[in-house]
């Protein structure tokens, strides 16, 4: 009889023959959810609508903890996943993903593996004190700079699936982390002391706008202020480039949950972008592949500008 860990190994594999079209030659475990299945069904399909093909898929798990509770033993893992995905171009780019997953096991066998969910549709519990108004008018000296895209795109990839100890990790850390970027990338913080007024981080403290997708996405609005980023809005995904941030309302609500940054540029000149939270390289911009995913989706695309 194969161990769990070995069960687990063998379910992580199952989950990537799926993805690249494999029969599996048997039916499917019925640990592997339904609602699970169709977002990996639903990623195979969005990649063959591009014309693009996962050619190979692979994947290396660890265990985080393991707690037991009665007669139930908790695994908390993370599985770092690999795509080597082939372009219309004969050209290939490696998409990568961090999932956390929990097991639960029972006199020794699997009786349940899935992932945590973030739920983005949650607001920072801070937000109820933000205002928005404050955020991008502020009387601050005009700031001049010039962006480094360049720059900002290699701390992304430094940094997609790890933590900078110089700055404070959050349980939500996408925006965090693409403040992170942009800072790096020569954009100077302003507004320090007031939370609701401009973006900046030190030490203890921030902005909303510096950690609160929802904050950060009114802030890049705020096109007409003298300090902050300066940004311009764009119609659509493939006017971005490497560097730029789009924003995401999963729920079409208009409370904004998620932002990324544009690393690459596809075959078909449509970004690929890196992402916290769920620690993402290379990923195709839209989300649909992704459990937070809705019909309702609205983004914002914006073009990050110098200050001259």
Request: aromatic share 12%; proline share 2%.
């Amino acid at each position: 009889m194969a161990s769990w860990l070995e069960e687990l190994e063998r379910l992580t594999n199952d989950r990537l023959k799926v993805l690249v079209g494999n029969k599996l030659g048997r039916k499917l475990d019925p640990l592997l959810k339904d609602d699970e299945l169709a977002v990996l069904e639903r990623k195979k399909l969005l990649f063959s609508e591009r014309d693009f093909e996962i050619v190979k898929a692979m994947a290396n798990g660890r265990i985080k903890e393991q707690k037991k509770i009665d007669d139930l033993q908790y695994i908390d893992y993370v599985v770092h996943h690999q795509y080597l995905v082939k372009q219309p171009n004969e050209k290939f780019y490696l998409e990568e993903n961090m999932e956390e997953r929990q097991a639960i096991i029972k006199a020794g066998q699997i009786i349940s593996d899935s992932a945590v969910e973030r739920d983005y549709s949650l607001i920072d519990e801070d937000e109820n004190e933000i205002r928005l108004k404050d955020i991008f008018n502020s009387s601050d000296q005009r700031q001049k700079y010039q962006y480094n895209r360049r720059a900002a795109v290699q701390y992304a990839e430094r940094w997609w699936n790890s933590y900078n100890p110089k700055y404070k990790r959050f349980k939500d850390d996408c925006t965090n982390f693409i403040s992170q970027c942009l800072h790096e990338g020569g954009i100077p913080m302003s507004g320090f002391g007031d939370r609701n007024k401009g973006w900046w981080y030190s030490g203890n403290s921030w902005s909303y706008s510096w950690a609160v997708a929802h904050a950060f996405r009114w802030h890049l609005s705020g096109s007409n202020k003298e300090q902050g980023i300066n940004a311009k809005e764009v119609r659509s995904a493939s006017d971005l480039s490497l560097g730029d941030v789009i924003c995401y309302d999963f729920e079409g609500d208009g409370r904004w949950n998620h932002n990324t940054i544009v690393v690459a540029k596809d075959a078909n000149n449509e970004p690929l972008v890196n992402a916290h939270t769920y620690n993402s390289r290379m990923r195709y911009w839209a989300y649909k592949d992704s459990s937070a995913y809705t019909p309702n989706i609205k983004y914002k695309f914006f073009h990050i500008l110098d200050r001259k």
